[in-house]
């Protein structure tokens, strides 16, 4: 399994504040998602002058923030078997995965109940 970043990443109905905190601690906003699923989902990208990353999605449907950690990869369905096979689940269910022309992702949750956001990013070349 290849990873080709690994950041924490905010859900939050309230990112606009959330951005403007890190905003505030030196970070930018360098990319972003909108209308992600179809729905009411966006998200950006966040970096500071170390090179640091951070990405705040705004959700709608969040009762309360959460802190996951966002890991791309080149192979989705490769990670995604890995982290089954060590008792991950989709938040979601087996049969829901966030598909558009750029990217392919879902939330995974450990045994144990931290969570990563496994992500997929569509490059150019394999479109």
């Given at each position: 399994?290849?990873?080709?970043?690994?950041?924490?990443?905010?859900?939050?109905?309230?990112?606009?504040?959330?951005?403007?905190?890190?905003?505030?601690?030196?970070?930018?906003?360098?990319?972003?998602?909108?209308?992600?699923?179809?729905?009411?989902?966006?998200?950006?990208?966040?970096?500071?002058?170390?090179?640091?990353?951070?990405?705040?999605?705004?959700?709608?449907?969040?009762?309360?923030?959460?802190?996951?950690?966002?890991?791309?990869?080149?192979?989705?369905?490769?990670?995604?078997?890995?982290?089954?096979?060590?008792?991950?689940?989709?938040?979601?269910?087996?049969?829901?995965?966030?598909d558009?022309?750029?990217?392919?992702?879902?939330?995974?949750?450990?045994?144990?109940?931290?969570?990563?956001?496994?992500?997929?990013?569509?490059?150019k070349?394999?479109?």
């Open positions: 399994m290849t990873i080709t970043t690994f950041n924490p990443m905010i859900l939050s109905k309230d990112a606009d504040s959330i951005i403007k905190l890190f905003e505030e601690m030196g970070f930018e906003k360098k990319h972003k998602v909108d209308n992600i699923d179809g729905k009411d989902i966006s998200s950006v990208r966040m970096t500071d002058a170390n090179g640091f990353h951070l990405d705040v999605a705004r959700v709608e449907s969040m009762e309360r923030d959460m802190t996951t950690m966002r890991m791309n990869v080149r192979d989705f369905d490769e990670a995604y078997e890995f982290l089954k096979d060590r008792g991950f689940k989709n938040a979601r269910g087996d049969d829901h995965k966030v558009s022309k750029s990217a392919r992702s879902c939330l995974m949750i450990s045994p144990s109940g931290f969570s990563i956001q496994l992500t997929q990013h569509i490059r070349e394999d479109q």
